[in-house]
């Protein structure tokens, strides 16, 4: 019997910048607080006791490995070889938990009272209070009113596990703003509180550490396809807000010939506040404690975003993002709110599988790839699964009845 | 008198050594821009500055981490509006008051306007020194503004907390102008402090550089500020004014109040 890989590899190097991207740009209070995560990230991931801990929950307590499936319906009708890595099958239902449950092990070794957490569509918020609840930590996640609105069963679940959800009144009422009040309250509690961040996205370390959490998803991936193909994929499509799976997905085939797409939310349209698509209209700026590319106007003002999926309703990426676009070993693309939905049904049609709607903007972007290249091979990053997007689903189908 | 041959971080050293001369603390208030409303900003900036020793000028920013709850609505609230960076330099352009004047403004929209021209901007409109609250000193933007600031006579403020370990204190110390901001406990601003947690801090502070300091982060009470007379040379209150200026109530009888406990007979 072969056991899952640990997700976090042999004494990484967690780097603070990406190329001309990442850093560290937090307020004077937080400084020491961002030092000793390093020091608490690096110890830890340098631990064979914390390693194995952390695959043996992996296997038993999140499911890995998740599976690889053979999209071959849709496949058919897209022509092209379809495959889907199911991070939806993953503990909470998304590729969110691997990451907050190394973070709150770490949270819990480095002796936090409490752990802080923002969250977006919520998958990150209730994958960091099960994650708290399983080891024993409080938990207070910040949540857009907004989103805590249109997500309202992920709060739901949150409550269950124990967690403290905080409606943020503040900003734009979504992400971004959860992240301001998350960031404020560890401002407040530098010393007590473990901020887990959820996306690769921050300042450093988190997103080296982020993505180090979640490149167990392309490492099995990569296996996976490897042992049914013999060569790697052609194509390796994700969806990109912060950019968490899409990162943790892309890593293990850096260095193969596989064309790597990165698929962001287009939104309404290309005019600034109705996407939120930050690597093909961003430019450089400091968010959220990294310098990255951000959707903002002339005076450096952050820019209100729109996307039918909250998760992908951010106007910054994580700095990994920035730099393999810079270099263009990703391409990265946007895809419409309308097709995304569109690709949510054929694949829920096609397969039985109902995709967060984050995820279907890869299906989408895969179904964009498969009509330019005939016949190729394709894997979807599926990160999510869309039981929480139920109720959008239902009012956009009372407003085309 | 503002002295066209003095940097700015000479005129902020200046105001606040004659506060201390004058053996008083000095009142250094905190406005955000474009507030209570466009027009009226102008009028709030004179009113203020001709009741302080140094007046911070906040610019500001849609995503405000450093800010409390009050500060960051009338920010979003003035952005709101359609405030501009250029219409906050045209006030501070035309104020009369002699009154050394900082700009308070996160890294993000001094990005916008070109770290490398920024300070030489805010010279011409008058500004003598600087904060940004989430920009470090050792980062390469850090650098490039601190350079920039010293070619443009603008004093870059450094801000220390009673968490900075004493390796950093001394780094930061080392690039600090003008004054030592203090802050004086963890989190935003507005929410208030117990200033006897901090006298320790500050004490040890005052040891260990030459600069003025001046204590901020949840000062709003007339007995705060007489509770750390002599222990620092200024006392910033901003959340507490903000909200004042946000009710539309008139700031000068308060600011008069805050005058009078910072004064301090001879001993």
Request: hydrophobic share 45%.
């Amino acid at each position: 019997m072969t056991l899952p890989k640990s997700p976090v590899r042999d004494a990484p190097e967690l780097p603070s910048t990406f190329g001309p991207f990442g850093g560290r740009y937090v307020p004077e209070i937080l400084i020491p607080a961002v030092e000793a995560v390093e020091v608490a990230v690096r110890e830890a991931l340098a631990d064979p006791i914390f390693r194995d801990r952390l695959a043996a929950e992996a296997r038993e307590w999140i499911g890995r490995p998740t599976p690889l499936t053979h999209a071959a319906r849709l496949g058919e009708a897209w022509g092209a070889e379809i495959w889907l890595k199911r991070e939806d099958l993953a503990h909470t239902g998304a590729h969110k938990i691997n990451n907050a449950l190394g973070q709150a092990w770490i949270a819990k070794r480095m002796g936090a009272k409490r752990v802080l957490a923002e969250t977006g569509a919520g998958q990150h918020g209730v994958a960091t209070a099960a994650a708290c609840a399983r080891i024993g930590l409080p938990c207070r996640v910040y949540m857009g009113a907004l989103d805590v609105a249109r997500q309202a069963p992920n709060v739901q679940r949150m409550r269950l596990f124990g967690a403290e959800v905080v409606a943020v009144e503040s900003g734009d009422r979504t992400l971004r703003a959860a992240i301001d009040e998350a960031l404020r309250a560890w401002a407040g509690d530098p010393e007590g509180s473990y901020y887990l961040i959820g996306s690769a996205v921050g300042p450093a370390p988190y997103p080296a550490l982020v993505a180090e959490l979640q490149s167990v998803i392309g490492e099995e991936a990569r296996g996976q396809w490897l042992e049914c193909h013999g060569a790697p994929p052609e194509h390796v499509v994700a969806c990109i807000g912060g950019g968490s799976n899409a990162i943790g997905l892309f890593r293990a085939f850096l260095e193969d010939e596989t064309m790597l797409h990165g698929i962001e939310a287009g939104g309404r349209s290309d005019r600034l506040g109705d996407h939120g698509a930050t690597l093909a209209h961003g430019r450089v700026g400091i968010l959220h404690g990294a310098r990255s590319l951000l959707l903002q106007d002339d005076e450096g003002q952050v820019q209100v975003t729109h996307s039918i999926s909250a998760g992908l309703d951010y106007p910054g990426v994580g700095p990994e993002h920035a730099e393999l676009a810079a270099r263009g070993r990703v391409r990265y693309d946007s895809v419409r709110d309308a097709d995304a939905v569109a690709a949510l049904h054929s694949l829920s049609r096609t397969e039985g599988v109902l995709p967060a709607l984050e995820s279907a903007h890869a299906i989408a972007g895969a179904r964009r790839i498969a009509e330019r290249h005939p016949g190729a091979g394709i894997l979807i990053g599926c990160s999510g699964r869309g039981d929480k997007d139920l109720g959008i689903l239902a009012s956009l189908e009372e407003v085309d009845a | 008198m503002k002295s066209a041959s003095l940097s700015g971080a000479a005129r902020i050293e200046a105001a606040l050594s004659r506060a201390r001369n004058e053996h008083r603390g000095a009142l250094v208030a905190y406005l955000v821009g474009g507030r209570p409303d466009r027009e009226a900003f102008r009028e709030t900036l004179a009113a203020v500055a001709a009741r302080c020793d140094l007046l911070e000028v906040g610019m500001p920013f849609s995503d405000p981490v450093a800010d409390g709850p009050a500060i960051a609505r009338a920010a979003g609230r003035s952005l709101a509006s359609g405030f501009t960076f250029d219409e906050l330099l045209g006030a501070t352009a035309a104020l009369e008051a002699p009154t050394p004047l900082v700009l308070f403004s996160y890294s993000n929209p001094l990005l916008a306007l070109g770290l490398e021209r920024a300070p030489a901007r805010l010279a011409e409109a008058r500004i003598d020194g600087l904060v940004v609250p989430d920009l470090p000193f050792d980062t390469p933007e850090g650098e490039e503004l601190a350079h920039a600031c010293e070619r443009s006579g603008i004093a870059w403020i450094q801000l220390v907390t009673p968490l900075t370990t004493a390796r950093r204190r001394a780094r930061v110390l080392e690039r600090a102008r003008g004054f030592v901001y203090a802050v004086l406990r963890a989190g935003t601003t507005g929410a208030e402090t117990d200033t006897s947690a901090s006298l320790e801090f500050l004490a040890s502070l005052r040891r260990e550089t030459p600069l003025p300091v001046c204590a901020g982060f949840g000062l709003r009470t007339a007995d705060q500020a007489r509770s750390l007379r002599g222990r620092v040379e200024g006392f910033v209150v901003g959340t507490a004014l903000v909200e004042r200026i946000e009710r539309g109530e008139d700031p000068r009888p308060y600011l008069d109040s805050l005058r009078t406990a910072l004064h301090t007979s001879p001993r």
